[in-house]
Antibody, heavy 123, light 108 residues
Framework: QVQLVESGGGVVQPGGSLRLSCETSGFPFSGQDMQWVRQAPGKGLEWVAFIRYDGTRKYYADSVKGRFTVSRDNSKNTLYLEMTSLRPEDTAVFFC????????????????WGQGTLVIVSS | EIVLTQSPGTQSLSPGERAILSCRASQSVTSSYLAWYQQKPGQPPRLLIYGASRRATGIPDRFSGSGSGTDFTLTISRLESEDFAVYYCQQYGSSPLTFGGGTKVEIK
């Protein structure tokens, strides 16, 4: 079955950096578009980033553009989110998300989610 | 950016009742690229509806979606105990993808 397992979360100071990973299994990762979505404590969902199956197209939320970078290693079935210049308002659970099908230009509906990894930005 | 406004913020209903949730977009959603998710505390979201009206795999037929353009609706025909949760709409027709603020369906 499809599995998405995030790691790399933790506590980081404002201005710091962190790299999240999402190890996947149970589906052909190299042919699948992927996303990151986050949720601040007690708040709603916020889309963060999209990456096409081959890594040639990426989109970001305005709130993270220029600070976050999404990437993937199809040989390792792993998705990444490199986060720099972190701010307290980036504190959230970050979910790795698999599109239901590839081909949506900006990303599509998500049919599988990881359990999330918590990032806390605080001094 | 397309802003999605969900209403009501909270809906208090009894099991067996019908729930009608609204999602209004600030501009037309391309190709009805509108999805609905259910989220329970401590869990990731679960896809219910995509393409405004298509049920995702394994979703019971008491869940239905409708609408186009800027007005969309999720209907739960007869609430069961496991349906009490928070529901989010999401548009994926244009970047940035956006979510609504959510509607909480609670037990009356």
């Amino acid at each position: 079955q499809v599995q998405l397992v995030e790691s790399g979360g933790g506590v980081v100071q404002p201005g710091g950096s962190l790299r999240l990973s999402c190890e996947t299994s149970g589906f052909p990762f190299s042919g699948q578009d992927m996303q990151w979505v986050r949720q601040a404590p007690g708040k709603g969902l916020e889309w963060v980033a999209f990456i096409r199956y081959d890594g040639t197209r990426k989109y970001y939320a305005d709130s993270v553009k220029g600070r976050f970078t999404v990437s993937r290693d199809n040989s390792k079935n792993t998705l990444y989110l490199e986060m720099t210049s972190l701010r307290p308002e980036d504190t959230a659970v970050f979910f790795c998300a698999k599109d239901r099908s590839s081909g949506y230009y900006y990303g599509g509906p998500v049919d599988h989610w990881g359990q999330g990894t918590l990032v806390i930005v605080s001094s | 950016e397309i802003v999605l406004t969900q209403s009501p913020g909270t809906q208090s209903l009894s099991p067996g009742e019908r729930a009608i949730l609204s999602c209004r977009a600030s501009q037309s959603v391309t190709s009805s690229y509108l999805a609905w998710y259910q989220q329970k505390p401590g869990q990731p979201p679960r896809l219910l509806i995509y393409g405004a009206s298509r049920r995702a795999t394994g979703i019971p037929d008491r869940f239905s979606g409708s609408g186009s353009g800027t007005d969309f609706t999720l209907t739960i025909s007869r609430l069961e105990s496991e349906d009490f949760a928070v529901y989010y709409c999401q548009q994926y027709g244009s970047s940035p993808l956006t979510f609504g603020g959510g509607t909480k369906v609670e037990i009356k």
